[in-house]
């Protein structure tokens, strides 16, 4: 088949050359787009005195019906023609003749696909808003399940203070409401028609590049022709912030992968959820969560592999920019996969209250200690070093704090009162944590009645 730029070419393409450049096979995915920018495209032409009335709309008759086509799965996609654009372009002169030749007109494949890409990104940032929004809500449920169940917190992975089991879920609220908040920033700066800047310097005819914009729903429309088909920086972003959320998300994994082991027993994974081992019978395997804590590495790579690629690109627009579409397509997969699989995980969570509560019996109290000394006056360096004594008597001793009597107390400073037992609680100690932001009962039912209004719960 003869290529649209066969013009000046007196030798046919070699076929590793064919076979090496094609990108139909992986951006098929952006025909509706592609089908949808066609369509606002002859309207621009139509307007600008370019095509007539008749001839815009023979031309969108025939888009729609290849439209269709594709979805129908009908379409036969040939590598030969690229890439999607000169694909669709080459079936409608197929049939349409010197009229489709026209829908080219003023328009290069450089603005063309960025405005694809665009149109595609928004769409998917929709979706996948939806998904974190579930997955909150989710966040929020265990939440407000969990209010009177006190846990150990860990820092170093080493048992810190007590707080209530609410207070971890709406930890990982926060990260995924700040996730949220960058996804919809970069949709604003997605948002923006690149169309009609040619292939890099802006094009010839008076085309209304506003009424493109509103044929096509974009909020704004780009300034500057050579950045806009040379850049690849929302895109870059968007690979970020799926690689930042998946942190969120791998990081949560590997508690619960951790918290579902014999060892911890805080939480139990329903058996639908988990798989087995093909020699050892006894095994059940926390095999999502260790794949959604695995993929991340994915989306890290694929955010490297684009950076690589735009670093040190000369201005303007260069082939290599097609490298941008199989990590964002692996991205947009990958993403959607592992948010919908931690929401499936934390709707079917157990909490095991027992084991979640085990902050007896050990040294979680200490800084509450510490705290007790400096409200009766002792300076808090000071009061940590008594603390730290008590300690140490405790591990030679092999005693637990609920075991020490207040005339042991009294033996390490004469500021421990008769009031000491009776403040060494874990309910008394997550419960003066009442600035904002703590884990204290009260706040945190004020958190929770703020994260169901907000997730319209
Ligand atoms: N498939 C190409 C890409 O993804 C479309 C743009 C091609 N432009 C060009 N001048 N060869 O970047």
Redesign the pocket.
């Known amino acids: 088949m003869e290529k649209p730029w066969s013009g000046r070419f007196t030798q046919k393409t070699d076929a590793f050359v064919e076979e090496f450049t094609e ?1 139909v096979s992986f ?1 098929k995915t952006l025909a509706p787009y592609d089908i949808a920018q066609d369509i606002a495209h002859v309207k621009t032409l139509q307007k600008a005195g370019i095509l007539s009335q008749e001839e815009a709309e023979r031309l969108i008759k025939e888009l729609k019906k290849i439209k269709e086509e594709i979805e129908e799965g009908r379409f036969e996609w040939r590598k030969e023609l ?4 000169m694909n669709i372009e080459a079936k409608l002169t197929e049939r349409l003749g010197e009229l489709g030749k026209k829908l080219h007109t003023a328009r ?3 603005d ?2 960025t405005t694809d890409e665009r149109l595609y990104l928004k769409d998917q940032i929709r979706e996948i808003r939806k998904l974190l929004s579930d997955l909150r809500r989710r966040l929020v449920l265990l939440a407000e399940m969990s209010v009177d169940i006190i846990m150990p917190s860990y820092t170093h992975l080493q048992r810190a203070q007590p707080i209530r089991a609410s207070f971890y879920f709406l930890a990982y609220r926060e990260a995924f409401l700040k996730d949220d908040e960058r996804f919809l920033d970069l949709y604003r700066r997605t948002d923006e028609l690149t169309l009609g800047s040619g ?1 890099v310097a802006g094009v010839d005819f008076p085309l209304d590049r506003f009424l493109t914009a509103e044929e096509l729903g974009f909020n704004r429309v780009s300034r500057n022709a050579m950045f806009a088909t040379a850049e690849r920086d929302f895109i870059a972003e968007f690979l970020f912030v799926c690689a930042l959320t998946a942190q969120h998300l791998s990081r949560l994994a590997e508690d619960l992968i951790l918290w579902n082991t014999d060892e911890f027993g805080f939480v139990e994974l329903p058996d639908k959820l988990c798989t087995g081992s093909s020699i050892m019978p006894q095994k059940k395997n926390p095999d999502v969560l260790e794949l959604i804590r695995a993929k991340t590495g994915r989306l890290y790579g694929n955010l490297i592999a684009l950076l690589t690629v735009l670093k040190a690109l000369p201005m303007a ?1 260069n ?1 290599d ?2 490298e ?2 199989e990590p964002l397509f692996d991205t947009v997969k990958t993403i959607k996969d592992i948010l919908k699989g931690m929401t499936l995980i934390l709707g079917e969570l157990k909490l095991k209250r027992e084991r979640l509560s085990s902050v007896s019996g050990n040294l979680l109290l200490i800084t509450d200690l510490a705290n007790y000394l400096v409200e009766k006056g002792v300076p808090f360096r000071e009061a940590h070093r008594i603390a730290g004594n008590v300690v140490s008597y405790l591990l030679s001793e092999k005693k637990t704090l609920e075991e020490m009597s207040t005339e042991e107390f009294k033996r390490f400073s004469e500021k421990f009162g008769d009031d000491v037992k009776r403040t060494l609680t874990p309910e008394h100690s997550t419960d003066k944590k009442r600035t904002y932001g703590g884990t204290s009962r009260e706040a945190i039912l004020k958190m929770i009645e703020v994260a169901k209004i907000e997730e319209g719960l």
């Not at 690229?82 to 654009?85: G, N, S």
Request: no cysteine.
């Open positions: 990108s951006d690229e890439d999607v654009h290069s494949r450089n063309q696909v292939a627009y082939r920019l097609q941008d579409k």
